[in-house]
């Protein structure tokens, strides 16, 4: 095998949570041109069915299926539609996460509830998620990829509950590495600032001066903001042979900071 053709995913089968805009939707795209049929999931079925029609457009495989990454019951389904429609399981990836409700917090001003939403949606999804995948790809193996962020590391001004939620899904991944081993490697990918919908909303960059003027403040060594399909081609990397010596680690896509 050359080494181009490690980065081949042909007959591999996918899920993407959160895969109906931004990241998500990119890394769908991105798994399904290295030949893998996707499993396109979020909450929003027409988000979903515009994804399916973009690969499908473009020769690939894929399936909208609608599901809350929060509930297990739905996880579960969703995992039994990729087996029952691509016969197989062997990628999963957990991408769905952000702040629910796009208001940033100090911790010591965040409400219960808003905690538990944040914990619920980027920690306790991922641990949901990582045990049903497992599930399915049992001996066979197949690679678990968990999107965590660049807030994961050092402290996070307003953004404390996600920072948390997101360094715990960091040790969830290095725990998980090693009690899965060898047949499932668990990787997680860190971006750092994706002007997202989320990110436009959380942060108030509604407009092309506005997320200009924060670029200059956040100074970003790379001189730009990360681009959804940077993450996409870290998934294709964490998900192909090319990288099946790497298990248990979190790689760092942040243009530098």
């Known amino acids: 095998m050359g080494i181009l053709d490690k980065f081949r995913l042909d007959g591999e089968v996918a899920v993407v949570t959160g895969a109906g805009k931004g990241i998500g939707r990119a890394i769908a795209i991105g798994l399904a041109e290295a030949g893998a049929s996707v499993v396109v999931s979020s909450r929003t079925q027409s988000d979903l069915d515009a994804v399916a ?21 739905e996880l579960e389904k ?23 409700d796009g ?14 939403a944040q914990i619920a949606l980027n920690l306790k999804a991922v641990w949901m998620g ?6 399915k790809m049992a001996d066979a193996g197949g690679a678990i990829i968990n999107i965590s962020s660049r807030s994961a590391y050092g402290p996070q001004v307003k953004n404390g509950p996600y920072g948390a939620a997101k360094a715990a899904a960091n040790s969830l991944t290095s725990t998980l590495a090693v009690e899965l081993a060898p047949a499932i490697r668990v990787n997680a990918i860190a971006p750092g600032p994706i002007p997202t919908e989320n990110f436009d909303e959380c942060m108030g960059t ?6 200009e003027k924060l670029l200059g403040m956040i100074g970003i060594p ?36």
Not at 78 to 100: D, M, Q
Not at 130 to 135: E, G, I, N, T
Not at 229 to 257: H, K, N
């Open 53 to 73: 029609a973009d690969i499908h457009a473009n020769g690939g495989e894929a399936l909208a299926f609608a599901a809350d990454a929060t509930s297990n019951d």
């Open 78 to 100: 969703l995992a039994e539609a990729a087996v029952a429609t691509f016969g197989k399981l062997t990628i999963w990836v957990n991408n769905a996460g952000g702040i629910p």
């Open 103 to 116: 208001t940033p917090r100090y911790l010591t001003r965040t409400a219960e509830e808003n905690f538990d």
């Open 130 to 135: 990582a045990k049903v995948a497992a599930a």
């Open 206 to 211: 509604d407009t092309d001066e506005k997320r």
């Open 222 to 257: 790379m001189g730009r903001y990360g681009d959804p399909e940077d993450i996409a081609s870290a998934v294709v990397f964490m998900a192909s042979p090319a990288s099946s010596w790497v298990t248990g680690q979190c790689l760092y896509v942040t243009g530098g900071r």
